[in-house]
C-alpha cells in the first residue's frame, strides 16, 4: 500500500498527496514537525489547552477523575496554569491496576472509536491493561513517521 498518491486532476502528478485514509496520519506528523521547535511558553500553552480539555472529558466520563478532583477541590476552569495542573494527583500503576473499570470512559469524545485492548509486557510485575482506540493509533503511526 502506498502512502501517496497522485492528484487526481489530470496531468498534475506533482507535488504527490496522501491518500484519503492516511491523510489524517499524514497531518498529525505535519503538525509534529511543525510544532517541535517552539519556544516553551508557546508548547505549555497548547499543552495546557489540551489538558484542560481532555480533564473536562473525563470529569464528566470517567468515574474515577470525577471523584478525584471533587476530592481535591479543583475543577478544569481554576485550572489556568501547569502549576495548577500539576496540583491533580500522580496516578500509581496500583491505583490504576486496582481500580481499572472507574478508568474507562462511558463515552468517548467524538469521532474517537474504541478499537482492541493490549497489555505491557508485566516486567515490572503485574501487566497493566490498556485500551486503544483509533485516535492512539493515529498519533503512533505519526510518531513512527517522524523517528523515520
Keep these: 500500500m502506498s502512502f501517496f498518491q497522485l492528484r487526481s ?3 498534475n502528478c506533482w507535488p504527490l498527496l496522501p491518500k484519503n485514509t492516511l491523510a489524517p496520519i499524514w497531518n498529525a506528523y505535519l503538525t509534529l514537525d511543525r510544532t517541535q521547535w517552539l519556544g516553551r511558553a508557546e508548547i505549555e500553552h497548547h499543552q495546557l489547552s489540551q489538558a484542560r ?25 481554576s485550572i489556568q496554569s501547569m502549576d495548577e495542573f500539576r496540583r491533580i494527583p500522580l496516578l500509581s500503576r496500583r ?7 472507574d478508568f474507562c470512559a462511558h463515552e468517548l469524545p467524538e469521532d474517537t472509536v474504541a478499537l482492541d485492548e493490549d497489555n505491557t509486557s508485566g516486567t515490572s510485575g503485574v501487566p497493566v491493561r ?14 513512527y513517521l517522524r523517528d523515520l
Excluded: M, R
Design 9 to 11: 486532476q489530470s496531468g
Design 53 to 77: 480539555s481532555l480533564l473536562d472529558h473525563c470529569v464528566q466520563h470517567v468515574p474515577y477523575y470525577g471523584k478525584l478532583l471533587a476530592e481535591h477541590e479543583l475543577s478544569v476552569g
Design 95 to 101: 491505583t490504576w491496576q486496582e481500580q481499572f473499570d
Design 130 to 143: 490498556i485500551l486503544k482506540t483509533n485516535v492512539f493509533y493515529l498519533w503512533w503511526f505519526a510518531f
